[in-house]
């Protein structure tokens, strides 16, 4: 839908402007020499590379079929959202691509143990000589790195099946293009680090129990690491820890077949060790500077512990909750010091709009349990949400209800809760079913 859209666009654009030889505009193959292409607005790309995916070549002649052509050409590639164009046709054809390039994201090869990155990618510049490790969501330009793997595994006497699809990254950070192969049963072997301190650590011992002999994959592992792995080093204070690649490091050909247990390696790369320096804070009308660095808790000096800085975060996320601000943002933007091997931070506060409550609904509670709970509820109608207060009742309701409903015989397994927020109104209501 798109595609069309964007070609009667720039389809339109061509027939609002007059052709070279108005005597004969009329006949649909007139044509004129092709002195030069120009782009505008390319981000990613050259012009020279767009200019090749057009397919127009300067000096040839070429009439509205060829330029409109060219456009079609970009847009099935996918790499941009939107494109028009338009010509002079004074001393031979002028034409000006107008393009808005599309997101890219990264090109991820979960399955694929038989080559390196570096081989995927020569493969597919092969065919893309602009790729730069990154493709968009969709279109031509996935389909030509798909084919070119797909060549270069059947190269090597490979008997699998290529797939594709974009996915969100298992690191939180936007989306990856996935490719992956369906045939070959592999599985880990073992997971080995090239840092010695990892063999000896228990913790990571028994969570090799997670990944170990299950169906290789990059992506598993990566997730792996990033949740079992980083964590240890964040708390020493290595806030910028590389971790892999991950490796099969196998001898003989690659078109021997794989073994159908692979051992991995993860090279590892710490980082140094930064310690805490300061933090300024800037949009906070509402919770004082003292507050919110003690919240934090690190003092100057201390190893800046990633795990204590991202559970400050948090606290000061909650200190506004406390005052109704249950919207708050808090953008904490690292500044280092690689000299002094020091860390400091600029945050960022946008409270947003405070909150009052509103009302209660419950579900699953006897109309007597029900008065018991209005009655012991703590934050009166209209008064300001302290979202401090609401998790107190949680945690009485699920570990403590004698607190709030006596001798009440109540038979309930589990709490649902929600928070219905309206920004409108500036109220928030509070919702809890029992089951």
């Known amino acids: 839908m798109r595609r069309n859209s964007l070609t009667s666009l720039a389809f339109l654009l061509l027939l609002s402007l007059p052709f070279a030889y108005s005597s004969r505009a009329q006949t649909a193959d007139v044509t004129a020499s092709l002195r030069e292409v120009r782009i505008e607005g390319q981000k990613h790309l050259s012009e020279a ?17 060829d330029l409109q052509a060219g456009a079609d050409k970009l847009v099935q590639t996918g790499l941009f959202d939107k494109v028009s164009y338009h010509f002079e046709t004074r001393t031979g054809v002028v034409v000006t691509y107008h393009v808005e390039e599309s997101p890219r994201v990264l090109a991820y090869f979960d399955n694929i143990p038989w080559f390196a990155d570096s081989e995927l990618y020569d493969a597919i510049r092969k065919k893309l000589p602009f790729f730069d490790g990154t493709l968009p969501e969709g279109g031509g330009a996935v389909d030509q790195a798909a084919e070119a793997i797909k060549e270069l595994i059947a190269s090597h006497g490979l008997q699998v099946t290529l797939q594709h699809e974009v996915i969100p990254n298992a690191d939180g950070d936007g989306k990856i293009q996935l490719f992956k192969v369906e045939g070959p049963s592999l599985r880990i072997e073992k997971l080995e680090f090239s840092d010695a301190s990892l063999v000896t650590s228990k913790a990571v011992q028994q969570h090799l129990e997670e ?4 169906p290789y994959s990059r992506m598993s592992i990566d997730l792996f690491l ?11 204070g290595c806030l910028h820890p590389k971790l892999g690649p991950p490796e099969i490091r196998l001898t003989g050909k690659p078109e021997q077949t794989l073994p159908e247990q692979v051992p991995v390696f993860v090279p590892i790369d710490p980082g140094p060790v930064y310690h805490w320096k300061e933090v300024h804070w800037t949009g906070n009308a509402t919770v004082s500077e003292f507050t919110l660095s003690s919240a934090v808790g690190l003092k100057p000096g201390d190893v800046a512990d990633g795990m204590k800085i991202e559970a400050g975060w948090d606290r000061v996320r909650e200190e506004f909750a406390h005052h109704g601000y249950l919207d708050a943002k808090v953008d904490p ?4 010091d690689d000299s002094a091997r020091t860390v400091s931070y600029s945050v960022a506060i946008h409270e947003g709009r405070q909150y009052r409550f509103g009302k209660m609904v419950l579900t699953g509670l006897s109309p007597t349990a029900e008065k018991k709970l209005h009655a012991a509820w703590p934050i009166p109608q209209g008064e300001i949400f302290d979202k401090t207060k609401y998790e107190d009742v949680l945690t009485k309701l699920q570990l403590h209800q004698e607190q709030i409903f006596g001798e009440l015989p109540l038979h309930y397994e589990s709490v649902g809760h929600w928070l219905q927020a309206d920004a409108n109104t500036g109220t928030v209501d509070v919702l809890l079913d029992f089951k």
């Open 333 to 336: 933007v690292p500044a280092f």
């Open 226 to 236: 990033t949740e079992a792995i980083r964590p240890i080093y964040l708390a020493k």
């Open 49 to 65: 590379q767009i200019v090749a995916i057009t397919g127009l070549v300067l000096g040839s002649d070429v009439g509205r079929a």
């Open 211 to 214: 990944i170990v002999g299950k």
